[in-house]
């Protein structure tokens, strides 16, 4: 079913793979007539994942490049409106020689077409296609009749997991029903499908009586049923699936040789996950997290994960909560509760809402020293927080929130404003990955190790206006980061000796986190919020006599 968790698992079997020694690539399949995911609303779909040549698609890739630390490409992502639509194009190019054109089987075998580039572009040994939507669903039936055309042709060459829920009467696992993955197995079976795996996730692992009872119920080899019980953290899920020996199945349906195994990096990431013992608190100021209110945590799914990754990196065990910026619109003096974090993010978003109890929030992490990094629509805000309260221009904003601001620091470009007046809201965005040219002696540029030059991922459609930028510079907000020709404003910083950690990016660096290093700017974020998260005494210790808060220090 969906959100059952096929995207981490086909990530976790990618890696395991590449720890036998092969390359490998993943594909993900969206039953969406979307032609990408650009259009759909995040806190439905969950995050838009932007890769490198500015494929707008869903949240696994993220998980897919994090897992298998490569880049992909927009050959690794298709919807169903995406196939038509080649499919479509191809015909009016008259690649079929004036044939008809049919539903079956030339949707499939255009499915498989792209398969076979996505294997020829990335030169993978293995492919990994995980298919969107649940097992009966009419939406991926051309998807699953790919499936069944791929292992009729190379029947040594195609596995099928199928990646199904056994849900517990009691709650805790205590009794596990299989008859649900029985009925989805035959599901498949009527589409001409026998799964050679199933991955079987639950509260708890599954027992030996269980795994049997499937296989023989649903005409499985032994040892085909793996288990994959609930998790602290996804980075464990690959060493679980590796206790049921999934490696081994694979290859030996797939007759492959093993090249290797090493999962040793991917142990030691586990156990700093598991055992950090110091804490930084982390909180992310937004629009949409006021209490009692419902956070899809799915729409910044590549913000937490680069918030944990950092902290991993400096053996830290990060703690996330999520902080309604409305509250500081209505009530300003509740942004002194900022003082208890450690570090504060202000994510991408769109709207007005929140804006500026958000602004409040950036003085105050600005004034009282409290490490800031702003990502996107966080910079955007930054600038205009320091153009307001630094360099006197009271009434600056940005023109996506007041279009009639006589101070407009962020402004659309005017080369976008005439593709915005024919309506072409896609031209307008910049997407995918873009060069920037980092400012000696600069917070960032120490972050990325001396890099002169970096590559980002974009997406969004406002920029800071170059009529302000001078101004803002000379009041001490620095521009460390630009595209080549300096016409666009990539990253803006408070110096090291005026603040501890005061930057934000028009880019997301998040895209492009890893779970074994973290992100540099993320990292370095990280760094300052862990400092100050050492120096901060909570109101109950405080409280304390002064030899009772010594000795409890030193416990």
Known sequence: MSSVGKGIAAASIGKILQARGFEVT??????????????????????????????????????????????????????????????????????????????????????????????KKTKADIVLVEIGGTVGDYQNLLFLEAVRLLKFKQPHDVLL?????????????????????????RNLNSAGLLPDLVIARAAVALDKKRKEKLEFMCGLEKGSVISAPDVSSVYDVPLNFEKDK????????????????????????????????????????????GTGRFILTDSYISVIEAVKHAAYAVKRKPILEWVDAEEFEKRPQKVQELSKYGGIIVPGGFGSRG??????????????KIPYFGLCYGMQLAVVEFARHVAGLKRAHTTEIDKKTPEP????????????????????MRLGAYPAILKKGSIAFRAYGGKRQISERHRHRYEVNPQYIDR???????????????????????????????????FHPELKTRPIGGHPLFKEFMKAAAKRSALIVPASFSRLPLRARVLAKKK
């Open 26 to 119: 993943a594909i993900k399949i969206d039953p969406y007539v979307n032609v990408d995911a650009g259009t759909m609303n995040p806190t439905e779909h969950g995050e838009v994942f932007v890769l490198d040549d500015g494929m707008e698609c869903d949240q696994d890739m993220g998980n897919y490049e994090r897992f298998l630390d490569r880049d992909l490409s927009r050959a690794n992502y298709m919807t169903t409106g995406s196939v038509y639509l080649d499919l479509i194009t191809r015909e009016r190019n008259l690649e079929f020689r004036g044939r008809c054109v049919n539903v079956v089987p030339d949707v499939p075998l255009e499915v498989i077409r792209k398969i076979e580039l996505a294997a």
């Open 246 to 289: 999934i490696s081994d199945q694979i290859l030996e349906k797939l007759d492959l040789i093993s090249r290797k195994r090493d999962l040793k990096e991917w142990r030691r990431l586990s156990s700093v996950v598991h055992n950090a013992k110091q804490t930084v608190r982390i909180g992310i100021v937004g629009k949409y997290f």
């Open 161 to 185: 997991a199928l990646v199904s829920y056994i849900p517990s009467l009691s709650g805790g696992g205590n009794e596990l029903k299989t008859k649900p993955t029985q009925h989805a197995v």
């Open 409 to 428: 620091v962020i402004d659309i470009m005017a080369d976008q404003k005439e593709k915005l007046a024919v309506k072409n809201y896609g031209g307008t």
């Open 472 to 506: 803002i510079e000379k009041k001490g907000l620095v521009f460390s980061g630009t595209s080549p020709d300096r016409r666009l404003m990539e990253i803006a910083e408070l110096p090291a000796d005026k603040h501890p950690f005061f930057l934000g990016t028009q």
């Open 355 to 368: 804006v500026e109890g958000i602004i409040n929030a950036i003085r105050y992490c600005r004034e009282k």
